[in-house]
């Protein structure tokens, strides 16, 4: 996984070979936050710079698979990573950190569990799912802190400019 957020005005000097081996797709909806999340299948390495676009999959083939989704509703803080037969893979919760950091600040924490949480119990008392969390590959790690990263951004950290809820232009 490769983040780089350079501030304004900043220009990156190096590039960076990059192999995409994973894509987390945002779905749109108007009341809730929706994630779709693929792996590359196909053992032929897709290569790109930091610096070019990042390549598209050609439509005729078979490159990626969808192992994951995210549904969460339209004010959720947490978010639970589905399997395609609805079971939990991880779950990705932000922690509120007091009035006066959500507002001044951009500043968040965040718990990334990989596994099931161990609080998924039924009406009669019985475990929902299994209490071993399921093994996960590297690349499905890397996926879901991709997840993460993508949230955090789409929904807490892009509208405010990275200055919290108020912005005062005399500091920038």
Known sequence: MYVQRPTPGQEVSESVLLDTFGEVQQIWHPFRR???????????RILSLSSDPQPEPELNTNTFSQ???????FLAWDFSVLDAAAREMTFISRSFRGLGREIFTDTGKYLLHFGPRRSEVDATGNMLYSTQPPLLSLEQRALFLALAVNIDF???SRHSGGHGFFHFGVWD
């Open 67 to 73: 192992i994951a989704t995210v549904d969460a509703p």
């Open 154 to 156: 789409d929904y807490f």
């Open 34 to 44: 929706r994630y779709d999340l693929f792996l590359r299948d196909s053992p032929k």
